[in-house]
């Protein structure tokens, strides 16, 4: 294992998928912390919270809206 792994307890999780202004973001859910995931050609975007989920997705929004 490298030391940029991520490792995900993937028992019980679910998975959405968001499109945001026409980009795909992965969502993982689990005991009650939620993962966002997405990329554009330059950048990996992780966001990793117990916060509420749609608070979560408007941060996402605004950083996809303000690159």
Same mark, same amino acid.
């Given at each position: 294992?490298?030391?940029? +792994? ?43 919270? +117990? ?8 941060? +996402? ?7």
């Amino acid at each position: 294992m490298t030391s940029n +792994a991520i490792i995900n307890d993937t028992e019980g999780i679910e998975v959405e998928r968001i499109l945001i202004e026409e980009q795909e973001v992965i969502s993982f859910t689990n005991k009650n912390v939620h993962q966002l995931y997405w990329n554009d050609i330059t950048y990996i975007y992780i966001i990793i919270s +117990a916060y509420d989920k749609k608070d979560l997705i408007k941060m +996402a929004e605004s950083i996809i809206r303000n690159k």
